[in-house]
């Protein structure tokens, strides 16, 4: 074979092989490579996700985004997003994984890939005292609101259509800091939203005059992280995350930090059977 042919032929495989590893790069490949976590959360959702006195994102979602880029040893960017950008961000790659509270759906799940769960939440409803709210089928004699794009939106209205009431009650809002402030407000009686967030709200001392309500009946919110689909290498790498995160005893760490609790036997228990 003449020398030019067997320059032209290993130029060819080499051109082959580059184009071939560009292929399969992934994205546990691209945040490595670029050294940066870019990690979604929505941050008006304490204590999962907010801003500290320092306007510096802070929360266990955060947290979790700073414990993946350390051990991953790339630096971690975080992203405010609301709700409805969650998806969205991933498909349009400004993140590279969202630590935002998501609801393991199987109508998300479609859309993007979900690691197993890191987190399970009750959903709760948060009312003005004075207003009759015994039980959860009150909520068809007032006015009732949630953030728009969350589960707890609409396991309300799933609730509320196998009861028959209608959504004539219902006033959705953008955000979980315009969800609040609309209770605040009174543009409605009362709000659905976690436990946690509930919690969080009462104990800061604007909420006084609110009292915490029934839960939404016979539901655990069982959350994931998530990334895109088709980045299988990717997921399977926060799923061994997550699983390092209750060996390692780091899960209890920032559930006593965020919450002043230990871990609840029960919620990791809940955990393991939801991997």
């Not at 959360?41 to 306007?55: Q, R």
């Not at 947290?63 to 991953?72: R, S, T």
């Not at 003005?128 to 609409?154: Q, R």
Request: with cysteine; net charge neutral.
């Amino acid at each position: 074979m003449k020398l030019v042919n067997k320059i032209s032929l290993v130029i060819a495989s080499m051109t082959i092989m580059g184009a071939f590893n560009v292929a399969n790069a992934d994205k546990l490949d691209d945040v490595i490579n670029r050294g940066t976590l870019n990690c979604g959360v929505v941050l008006d959702f304490p204590p999962m996700g907010y801003t500290d006195k320092d306007n510096k994102p802070a929360g266990f979602d955060v947290d979790y985004c700073h414990d993946l880029a350390k051990v991953l040893g790339v630096k971690s960017n975080v992203i405010n997003l609301t709700w409805g950008d969650r998806i969205p961000s991933l498909i349009s790659a400004k993140t590279d994984v969202v630590i935002g509270s998501t609801s393991d759906s199987l109508p998300r799940a479609k859309s993007v890939g979900f690691s197993y769960p890191y987190f399970v939440f009750k959903f709760q409803v948060v009312s003005k005292k004075g207003v009759k709210m015994a039980s959860f089928d009150d909520l068809k004699n007032v006015k009732v609101g949630a953030a728009l794009g969350t589960t707890y939106e609409s396991e309300y209205f799933k609730y509320a259509d196998s009861k028959g009431w209608g959504r004539d009650n219902y006033t959705a809002f953008k955000s979980e800091n315009d969800a609040f402030l609309g209770l605040y407000q009174g543009k409605v009686d009362a709000l659905i939203s976690t436990n946690t967030n509930i919690a969080t709200k009462l104990a800061s001392g604007q909420f006084d005059s609110f009292v915490a309500g029934p839960f939404v009946p016979n539901y655990d919110d069982v959350v994931g992280i998530i990334a895109e689909r088709n980045e299988l290498a990717w997921i399977n790498y926060l799923n061994l995350f997550l699983v390092h995160q209750v060996r390692d005893g780091r899960l209890n760490e920032l559930h006593v930090k965020h919450f002043g609790t230990p871990v609840s036997a029960a919620m990791v228990q809940s955990l393991r059977d939801n991997k």
